[in-house]
């Protein structure tokens, strides 16, 4: 059997046969996904549409959803550069605001 053999192996040979095979592994990993990727393209096709139309990417663009850009919704009163969408975490400037016991809407932007 196979493991007989294996087991009469020198550690050099064992450490060439362990890259001989990591090495035959990430081959066939890669052949697996091209094979994949033919076949998707090969479907998307079928229906008239490219693979990046079917996941909904656009080659020309680095980030998905950089045209969804939001404005900005509040405005530092001591710095107008500072602005804020009013999503994810209120930078600092906000904060200090809401720590001396100011309101958000006191920020708002009405232009």
Do not use: C
Not at 20 to 44: H, T
Not at 76 to 98: E, I
């Amino acid at each position: 059997m196979i493991h007989d053999s294996i087991r009469q192996l020198s550690v050099q040979d064992l450490i060439d046969l362990r890259e001989f095979i990591d090495n035959e592994i990430e081959a066939k990993q890669k052949e697996e996904k091209k094979a994949l990727m033919n076949q998707f393209k090969a479907l998307a096709a079928q229906s008239g549409l490219t693979l990046e139309e079917v996941l909904g990417m656009d080659a020309n663009k680095k980030r998905k959803g950089s045209e969804n850009k939001v404005a900005p919704k509040y405005r530092d009163p001591h710095d107008a550069s500072l602005v804020w969408t009013g999503r994810g975490r209120a930078p600092a400037w906000m904060q200090a605001h809401l720590d001396r016991g100011g309101n958000k809407d006191d920020l708002l932007i009405r232009d």
